[in-house]
């Protein structure tokens, strides 16, 4: 079975700019959760998606947002890029909605310059 | 999530087993103990969790005291492979969404 799968692996942008993120969770699992890791800060949640419905964020501004798709893969859209956005973009995925068991992808390594 | 406490770091011999302790003394009823590990740059893999009863899957065992104010992962065979920082974390099934990391321990696996 194969596990939450990122794209792209690295990326890089310049300030200002606009990047979009892509998770598709494992088969089955209806949530998808994004949280970012900068170096030194630990895993802060973003973003979680349940049944194509944003359920709840983060402490973070609006230029952070995502969506949910029918297939129950998600975006994470990141607006006018800063150069603290550098940082893993995770993103897990769960079978029922709220506190099961979450699995983690591989990440989206994102610089910003 | 709870507080938990867990050693800086610790070594661990190739092929031997690596004993990582958890401390969450203050550990609500409803709230499970969860292991996770995070190999260099890579996104968190999860481990094994449990409520009570020690557990055992493929990757690991959990043995939760009877108090359940702490718990160890065993791993039974640790390999190079296994060299990551090693999160424990508790959380309740009713609505803790939100996954936070501690520091973690730091786990060295040497040949």
């Known amino acids: 079975e194969a596990g939450v799968t990122q794209s792209p692996t690295h990326l890089i942008k310049t300030r200002g700019q606009q990047v979009t993120l892509r998770c598709s969770p494992i088969s089955g699992h209806t949530s998808v959760y994004w949280y970012q890791q900068a170096l030194g800060l630990g895993l802060q949640f973003l973003l979680w998606?349940?049944?194509?419905?944003?359920?709840n964020r983060g402490n973070f501004p609006p230029r952070f947002s995502g969506r949910q798709f029918p297939n129950y893969s998600s975006e994470l859209n990141v607006n006018a890029l800063e150069l603290e956005d550098s940082a893993l973009y995770l993103c897990?995925?769960?079978?029922?909605?709220?506190?099961?068991?979450?699995?983690f992808g591989p990440g989206t390594r994102l610089t910003v310059l | 999530d709870a507080k938990t406490t867990q050693p800086t770091s610790m070594d661990c011999a190739e092929g031997r087993a690596a004993n990582l302790p958890c401390n969450h003394s203050t550990i609500s009823g409803n709230e499970y103990v969860y292991w996770y590990r995070q190999i260099h740059s890579q996104g968190p893999q999860y481990i094994i969790h449990g409520l009570k009863n020690n557990e055992t899957n493929e990757m690991a065992s959990l043995i939760i005291t009877e108090d359940r104010k702490s718990s160890t992962l065993i791993l039974p065979h640790a390999t190079l492979r296994d060299t990551a920082v090693y999160y424990c974390?508790?959380?309740?099934?009713?609505?803790?969404?939100?996954?936070?990391f501690g520091a973690g321990t730091t786990v060295t696996v040497r040949a």
């Open positions: 897990a995925s769960s079978l029922r909605a709220g506190a099961d068991t979450q699995y």
């Open positions: 974390i508790v959380r309740a099934f009713s609505n803790d969404y939100k996954l936070s």
């Open positions: 998606y349940d049944e194509g419905e944003e359920r």
